[in-house]
């Protein structure tokens, strides 16, 4: 416990696989994705492309595609770990996730007007085991640190993340914008942002192979067939214990709700910037990456305040702060005050996820075993709160055709995660000594 060489391989694993967050979610594919895929026809302002047969609105596909990614992980993930908390292969199915996201990636080289169906899947199965892989790293959080320290861990992570993937990220755009210094000059179009798509999978499976070698060793316990059996029997007895635990059972209600509005806005951001503000692309890309570094102080404010006025009351100091974000962009119109928004954004980002995981993992009761099936809740949480909140986005914008009617929703959620909230008493230690 609270061994220092541990906890910097287990944030190792944030700047591993956060690369795919800021680069293939935020930055890079999506803007490739605009470029690249092929209008079809034109209905009332709405692009319509093709996708096995059916029309979609360009934007509205990429808001589905994370929908149902995230939809299958949440059918997916509670079984799984059910399974590695029963045969003590935690550790394993990390890596068999995180090895799925990093190929999928690499799988983007391919990425053409030519294949837009087997590349969205590719990009689905990317998220899949990005977020899978995040379930069972979560889950050593009480294996590796005492609760005391869990906001202090959780916020190291996420800034050892931002850091990563900004690092990258420079690297990527570099490449992108001035190949010669690579010498790419005469590279066919694309082929530069194609290869920077590889390098987030050689990036994401290569580092973490620090947290795979550091981390705690799974029990190595021989596959059975009764593993299956057994897995749904114990992911039913902590169903039936989250449900007994008053303070988890409402804060994964309140956070449902709040971070519907958060995943959305993380998720979609790009997309509004690029379509409805008009931002151009230098100063996008700018931006994103001025979200990443002050994000990194923001983890560590959250962290701060948690210890100041304890976990949930912290958490609604950064919910109020969330509500100013569709506030002011549903009347944003110029690049100036977009950038003004982002800071706000990179300010509260880190720091509400990273107080998220670590007020969740607070909750747990002592001394279990069972780490993965009860994260795997909170993942679920997280998953349907992206699918309902980008299908939401998406079905309001597909039919009314504006970004800025779907940001009006957002602004209720906010509200309501605030009272939710504000059932649960604040403390920054809820297990006494």
């Known amino acids: 416990m609270n061994i ?20 293939i979610i935020t930055v890079i594919f999506p803007i490739y994705y605009q470029a690249t895929v092929p209008v079809q026809e034109v209905i009332d302002q709405k692009e319509l492309v093709r996708f096995f047969g059916f029309m979609f609105d360009k934007n509205a596909l990429y808001s589905f595609t ?15 770990t059910g399974i590695a908390d029963y045969s003590g292969r935690k550790k394993l199915f990390m890596k068999i996730f995180c090895y799925l996201g990093a190929l999928s990636c690499t799988y983007f080289y391919f990425f053409t007007p030519d294949n837009v169906e087997s590349t969205m899947i590719a990009f689905a199965l990317s998220i899949v085991g990005w977020g899978g892989s995040l379930v069972f790293y979560n889950a050593f959080i009480p294996q590796i640190a005492t609760e005391e320290h869990y906001d202090r861990l959780s916020a190291r992570g996420f800034a050892f993340g931002y850091v990563g993937s900004v690092i990258l990220l420079i690297f990527n755009l570099l490449m992108i914008m ?70 988890l059972k409402r804060f994964l209600l309140a956070y449902l709700i709040y971070d519907m509005g958060v995943m959305t806005v993380i998720y979609v951001a790009t997309l509004f910037a690029n379509e409805e503000i008009k931002v151009p692309r230098e100063g996008l890309i700018v931006t994103l990456l001025l979200i990443q570094l002050i994000a990194i102080p923001g983890s560590y404010l959250a962290s701060f305040l948690s210890e100041k006025f304890g ?14 974000v569709p506030i002011a962009a549903y009347f ?15 300010l509260v980002m880190g720091g509400i996820q990273s107080l998220s995981r670590s007020t969740f993992a607070k909750f747990l009761p002592e001394n279990i075993t069972d780490t993965s099936a009860y994260f795997a809740f909170f993942d679920i949480t997280e998953k349907v709160a992206i699918t309902l909140g980008t299908f939401i986005f998406g079905f309001i914008l597909d039919q009314t055709g504006s970004m800025r009617n779907s940001i009006l929703f957002l602004i209720v959620l906010f509200i309501l995660g605030f009272l939710l909230l504000s059932r649960i008493r604040s403390q920054h230690v809820y297990h006494e000594e």
């Not at 976990?311 to 100013?324: F, G, H, P, V, Y």
């Not at 944003?332 to 990179?346: D, H, K, R």
Request: aromatic share 16%; glycine share 4%; hydrophobic share 50%.
């Open 4 to 23: 220092k060489r541990v906890w910097n391989a287990w944030c190792m694993y944030d700047w591993a696989n956060s690369v795919h967050n800021l680069v």
């Open 66 to 80: 994370i929908s149902a990614a995230s939809l299958l992980l949440v059918f997916l993930n509670p079984i799984l």
């Open 178 to 247: 001035k190949p010669e210094i690579f010498g790419l000059e005469n590279a066919p179009s694309g082929m530069t942002t194609r290869i920077a798509f590889v390098t987030v999978g050689i990036w994401w499976a290569g580092f973490a192979q620090i947290p795979f070698f550091v981390l705690p060793k799974d029990e190595k316990r021989a596959f059975r067939s009764r593993f299956l059996k057994n897995g749904f029997i114990q992911l039913k007895n902590t169903f039936f214990r989250v449900q007994k635990n008053k303070n």
């Open 311 to 324: 976990n949930t009351k912290a958490l609604r100091i950064e919910i109020l702060l969330w509500t100013i």
């Open 332 to 346: 944003t119109t110029t690049a100036m005050q977009f950038y003004f928004i982002a800071a706000l954004v990179g």
